[in-house]
T-cell receptor, first 115, second 112 residues
């Protein structure tokens, strides 16, 4: 089945130790998104790729970076995780025609713990 | 003021009840609207898109009021399995970029 896959599902890292979360999709969607969701809060968009075009949200900290080497894969790099970065990280995709925006398909998320 | 606002609930209703959620948005340039459902510790999943003319899918009805800048979700004949958090999502383009904003969700608990 076509889907959005995130690895790992659970990630534990130490304060300040770089970590990379990965997302892959078999939907061949042109847009990929990374969200951060903390407990009882809304998913917060960090950035998205429209094809190869990277779009950073204005309030996304510099500590968060992303790479999209091809259509199928997208990575979230947290250069120096702090305790406040512990959260669920959700990857999503959509097939976007450039108009108002289409349905997003979410991966199961990676739950990040920072010790 | 938040860009997308929802009553966090929880809404506790008995099985079979009808329940309605509202979501207000502040930016009149918003273009597309969705309701997502999120179960505890799971990813959001699309419940339905919201069209200007209103749309219905089984027990679920979504409506959009552009003049008053709100969208609504009505659930009829609630089932235990409807218990979840319902997220309102508003999408717009500005300066050539897409801006997607989630509401913080309304929690529904359907009780036997």
């Amino acid at each position: 089945d076509a889907m959005v896959i995130q690895n790992p599902r659970y990630q534990v890292t130490q304060f300040g130790k770089p970590v990379t979360l990965s997302c892959s999709q078999t939907l061949n969607h042109n847009v990929m998104y990374w969200y951060q969701q903390k407990s009882s809060q809304a998913p917060k968009l960090l950035f998205h790729y429209y094809d190869k075009d990277f779009n950073n949200e204005a309030d996304t900290p510099d500590n968060f970076q992303s790479r999209r080497p091809n259509t199928s894969f997208c990575f979230l790099d947290i250069r120096s995780p702090g305790l406040g970065d512990a959260a669920m990280y959700l990857c999503a995709t959509s097939r976007d025609s450039g108009l108002a925006g289409r349905e997003q398909f979410f991966g199961p998320g990676t739950r990040l713990t920072v010790l | 003021r938040k860009e997308v606002e929802q009553d966090p609930g929880p809404f506790n209703v008995p099985e079979g009840a009808t329940v309605a959620f509202n979501c207000t948005y502040s930016n009149s340039a918003s273009q597309s609207f969705f309701w997502y459902r999120q179960d505890c510790r799971k990813e959001p999943k699309l419940l339905m898109s919201v069209y200007s003319s209103g749309n219905e899918d089984g027990r679920f009805t979504a409506q959009l009021n552009r003049a008053s800048q709100y969208i609504s979700l009505l659930i009829r004949d609630s089932k235990l399995s409807d218990s979840a958090t319902y997220l309102c999502v508003v999408n717009r383009r500005e300066a050539g970029r897409r801006a997607l904003t989630f509401g913080s969700g309304t929690r529904l608990q359907v009780q036997p």
